[in-house]
């Protein structure tokens, strides 16, 4: 049987700002734990988000490099789930109305033509801190230097039909944002995160299979195993008559294989509604044209200006 | 003296009949000895407060006076004070000494207010009694078998006994209102906005407010001088200019249009509480001012729509609340979800614990819809219904409460009953409005109030027409024997 593959990708962008997407502490990496951690990211009682206006001028710059519309009125919402790194017990993200809205990527695929890959939005969310598992005698520290530093979730289309046109994608993404310079792209660091959501169907079928979401994987060239492996496991899985379960996985390098992380649980709740504590941002186009004139030549433009410019091919 | 208002305690003051260190120790004294009856104060802070107004005395004598410089203060205990504890009513905050001030209580200490210490509340905010309150109810001064109305309740008996000059509250469904009326003072309930929620430990977020509990409209526009305006720390705060809401203190009443809505005035209102209200009516009529019936349509939505929106929020507030960081933890935790678990069973109230369940419930998958949505839709509704009523008229007068004050342990068995409390403040907070409960009438030795709700930011009118009224009756300036 011949078995079409059919891939989304969420990737994580931290951006890169001065200062958190709520409050002024630095967003450096690498300083000692819970030293850049505000009364407001600690989550301290009466405590208030003002939203950095920079990071929706970083969100609006992504939104006009892929053509997409940006939402003239976006409102945060708050994720709701119990974590320590999380120290508010929510997250502020965009539910309905994100700031940027439905857009487009090229990528150009390894016979050389090309493909239009549909991004169905981004929205600004905060990041959370980490759980520090070694180091405390059966405890966990917590570090809270992350906590709220700015994220934009780019969300595909489940447009790509293998391992390679995901890879071509993510590297396409990553240049834009270097060339926009709204973020160091650091995989390894964590500046770009990728979370697959992986499926499988008969060739022809226009149904998707059931998706899993591999978590988290931290280089291009584990992403492409991670894929392979997935799509191989559910291939092995559908043809000796088993069904895959939908469910989050974790892609495990030093094995090469992915590994159900939380199979038990249940579908979370996370009980999105409006943040209280934050207007919705209004978008005019006075602000939207003034990101436009700060943009960089793009990386498709430029290289169609050397084609047409210079002759070269 | 110390039944004096904070405008003549500034006469006071500035004649130097009297020092801020001299009322302050006074102040100091009766609280020592009232406060282990009435509870109104969880924490003193003698030290402080006698550091502050030598300070205060220091300013005065150096010519940098303002009209709160060296007034003893008391702060509900809701509002973040750095250095000393911030327990919000809960034994899960029982511990907590918050790093930082909140902006209410930065404003008036820069102002020069001393401040006497923290008072008791409802615990979170939640309630209308004060009898959710880890730290035991608060005794009404009128009658000490009775509730002062909560949630600000330690607040208003502490006004109201003359254990301070003035107070701060907070106000989400009438937190600052009620416990005004039981009390026998004068209490407001700012716009949605006027004053900066930074620092003000969050109960439903689209609908706190800060407010003044005080002796008078005059001090109540004494006190808004100080803590209303703009405030970056605070996104949903106002951007909008200082006001002097003292100026318009001396208007007449002449062409006011004063509307009574319908739905106030019917059943569930006692005739008794009636005739009290007709006769404020009759004063302000004899100072210019014509009524008319209004119309509040959707106003028996209110309580139900706001028992979802104020949970919903309050049930995400208080995530933060887990034991990691401040605040209480229980005894060795065997693991997260062990310490999530019992820090929270343990450090929150029974009330806190029902309406994190509701609100909880309201905006799981499948329920959204039908509860949270729908009550933001009502709350529009109550908007509009406002909105259509201030075309008419320039201020709304009814009741604050149904009735007076009652007995302690009378209404706490049933969630309801204690909710129908608010049936006529509640609107006012999810319409952002502004309202000012002052003291109307007497009943059965019991003090009992009438609000008055304005047009968004209309504090200013609302201050002068309850000024006007204490200027021609004597209700306000009536005090209980404790």
């Known amino acids: 049987m011949t078995w079409e593959t059919v891939i989304g990708l969420e990737v994580h962008v931290q951006l890169a700002t001065q200062s958190k997407l709520f409050s002024g502490s630095s967003t450096r990496f690498g300083a000692a734990p819970n030293t850049q951690a505000s009364l407001y990211d600690l989550a301290m009682p009466g405590t208030l988000p003002v939203m950095n206006e920079e990071v929706l001028r970083m969100a609006v710059s992504f939104g006009l490099a892929v053509d997409a519309e940006i939402g003239q009125r976006s409102v945060f919402d708050r994720k709701n789930y119990f974590y320590p790194d999380l120290p508010k017990g929510y997250q502020i993200s ?49 570090d809270l230097n992350r906590a709220g530093t700015p994220l934009l979730e780019i969300v595909s289309d489940p447009d790509l039909r293998n391992a390679k046109e995901a890879v071509a994608y993510l590297k396409k993404l990553h240049s834009i944002i270097l060339y926009l310079g709204i973020s160091d792209g650091n995989m390894a660091q964590g500046s770009m995160r990728c979370d697959a959501n992986v499926s499988i169907r008969k060739k022809g079928d226009t ?23 997935e799509v191989q496991r559910q291939i092995e899985i559908l043809e000796d008559g088993g069904r895959i379960v939908q469910e989050t996985r974790l892609y495990d390098s030093d094995k090469d294989e992915t590994r159900s992380m939380r199979s038990k649980e249940v579908a979370n709740d996370y009980r999105y509604f409006p943040e209280p504590d934050l207007l919705p941002l209004v978008i005019d186009d006075a602000f939207i044209e003034a990101v436009r004139a700060t943009l960089p030549e793009l990386p498709g433009a430029r290289c169609q200006r050397f084609v047409s410019q210079y002759g070269l091919s | 003296m110390l039944s004096k208002t904070v405008a003549e305690l500034a006469t006071a003051l500035a004649k130097k009949e009297v020092s801020s260190v001299e009322l302050t ?58 250095d000393v504890l911030t327990a919000c009513g809960s034994r899960m905050l029982a511990n907590f000494t918050s790093p930082y001030d909140a902006c209410v209580v930065e404003r008036l200490q820069s102002a020069g207010a001393v401040m006497l210490g923290k008072t008791n509340m409802d615990e979170f905010a939640m309630g209308s009694s004060n009898e959710s309150s880890y730290f035991g109810a608060v005794h009404n ?36 209102r009620q416990p005004a009326s039981f009390c026998g003072i004068t209490g407001l309930k700012p716009t949605y906005g006027r004053v900066s929620r930074w620092g003000m430990i969050a109960f439903a977020s689209s609908l706190d407010q800060a407010g ?6 005059e001090d109540a526009a004494l006190m808004m001088n100080v803590i209303a305006g703009a405030d970056a720390r605070d996104s949903t705060c106002l951007d909008i200019p200082a006001e002097d809401f003292s100026a318009q203190l001396n208007q007449p009443l002449t062409g006011l249009r004063i509307g009574l809505p319908r739905e106030h005035f019917s059943d569930g209102l006692s005739s008794q509480v009636q005739e009290i209200l007709q006769l404020a009516i009759k004063t ?54 062990d310490m999530y678990k019992r820090s929270r069973g343990e450090g929150f109230g029974d009330e806190v614990k029902r309406r994190i369940m509701v609100g909880t419930y309201a905006l799981s998958a499948g329920y959204y819809d039908a509860y ?19 075309k008419d008229v320039d201020l709304i007068l009814g009741p604050t409460s149904p009735h007076t004050a009652f007995k302690l342990g009378e ?63 004597d209700w306000h300036t009536q005090r209980p024997e404790v």
């Open chain 1, 207 to 229: 149904e998707f299979g059931t998706r899993t979401e591999i978590k988290n994987v931290n280089s291009f060239r584990f992403v492409e195993k991670a894929i392979n492996y």
């Open chain 2, 284 to 337: 302000l009529e004899s100072l210019g001012a014509t009524v008319k019936t209004v119309e509040l349509p959707n106003n028996h939505l209110s309580v139900p729509a706001y028992y979802v929106i104020a949970p919903a929020e309050a049930s995400a507030n208080l995530s933060r609340f887990d034991g990691a960081r401040f605040g209480y933890r229980c005894e060795n935790p065997v693991n997260l979800e």
């Open chain 2, 372 to 390: 949270y949505k729908q009550a933001q839709k009502i709350r529009r509704l109550i908007k509009q219904d406002f909105d259509t009523a201030f």
């Open chain 2, 411 to 473: 209404k706490n068995s049933d969630p309801v009953t204690m909710y129908l409390e608010d049936i006529y403040t509640i609107a006012v907070n999810l319409a952002g409005l502004p309202g000012i409960s002052l003291p109307a009438g007497m009943l059965g030795g019991l003090p009992i109030g009438m609000q008055l709700v304005g047009p968004a930011l209309s504090e200013s009118r609302l201050l002068n027409v309850a000024h006007q009224f204490q200027l021609n009756t």
């Open chain 2, 25 to 82: 120790q006074a102040y100091l004294d009766r609280i020592a000895q009232l406060n282990p009856a009435l509870n109104a104060y969880v924490t003193t802070t003698p030290e402080l407060a006698l550091s502050q107004a030598a300070a205060a005395d220091a300013q005065r004598a150096a010519g940098n006076a303002t009209p709160f410089t060296g007034i003893p203060v008391a702060h509900k205990d809701i509002f973040c004070t750095r």
């Open chain 2, 141 to 176: 001064p009128w009658d000490q078998d009775r509730v002062p109305g909560g949630s600000s309740g330690g607040s208003a008996a502490a006004v109201a006994a003359d254990l301070c000059a003035i107070a701060t509250g907070t106000d989400t469904g009438g937190s600052i």
């Open chain 2, 212 to 217: 003044p509990l005080s002796k008078s409209a």
């Open chain 1, 94 to 142: 965009q539910l309905d109305l994100p700031t940027v809205g439905r857009g487009t990527l090229k990528i150009q695929l390894e016979d050389g033509s090309e493909k239009i890959i549909a991004i169905t939005r981004a929205h600004i969310e905060e990041d959370a801190g980490k759980s520090l598992h070694e180091d405390f005698q059966g405890m966990s520290g917590i």
